[in-house]
């Protein structure tokens, strides 16, 4: 076990999820060839260790050889301080929530947008992103540098389990938030309460399969056992699926 990271999703109650070293590797190899990082990059670290989300920024630093920027608690809860930050030391791999780069959005537009920025990459989790609150920063910088990645995951399945380009494309009257397709070794299903899948258009709840599954609950084995079920769809003896419980 490489650590048991706590979270309480819909109970309130909190249950400790175990996390195999092989996948937090997994997690980046999984997502090499979108991103290719290396030690050229810097990234912030943004988020508290007790988010999920502050396992893709400390091993993606530390797996690629490359710099983590330490961003201070004060400095993270001011957009205009965090943007002064991220073009001092040079950051190119900032991940946020949707909700916290809204606000750096309006204090990015508020300078004019002057400020010169070395993003390669802005990742957005933890949340669900409405794009059209982007567009006064892709109007402003393009959706090129940075490009700007929702990845939607949740603490079960190692942070992140899907991908997906936000583009200018993506503005107008899109509803709902794009989360793209599974990371390499993952599989998606909307499937049943008899764990059948469903056509386009029937709600479902998400399933997510693969490498990416964790080990489980530390200590909780009937809640373990309720949410991680045996995957009817793999040939691989002992795979589960996670049901997120997300529709």
Known sequence: IAYVMYTSGSTGRPKGVEVADSQVVRLFSATARHFGFGPDDVWSFFHSYAFDVSVWELWGALLHGSKLALVPDE????????????????VTV?????????????ADTAE????????RHVVFGGERLDVNTLRPWIEARGDRAPVLVNMYGITETTVHSTFR????????DRTGSPIGLPIDG?????????????PPGMVGELHVGGAGVTLGYCGRGARTAERFVPDPF??????RLYRTGDL
């Open 234 to 239: 793999s040939g691989t003896p002992g795979a």
């Open 186 to 198: 993952l599989s998606l299903y909307v499937l049943d309460e008899a764990l059948n899948p469903l």
């Open 165 to 172: 380009v936000v583009t200018a494309a993506d503005l107008g």
């Open 94 to 106: 900032l991940s946020q929530t949707p909700s916290a780069f809204k606000g750096v959005v309006a």
């Open 75 to 90: 400095t993270a809860k001011s957009p205009q301080d965090l943007l002064a930050f991220v073009e001092l030391l040079g």
């Open 112 to 119: 004019g947008s002057t400020r010169e920025l070395g993003l």
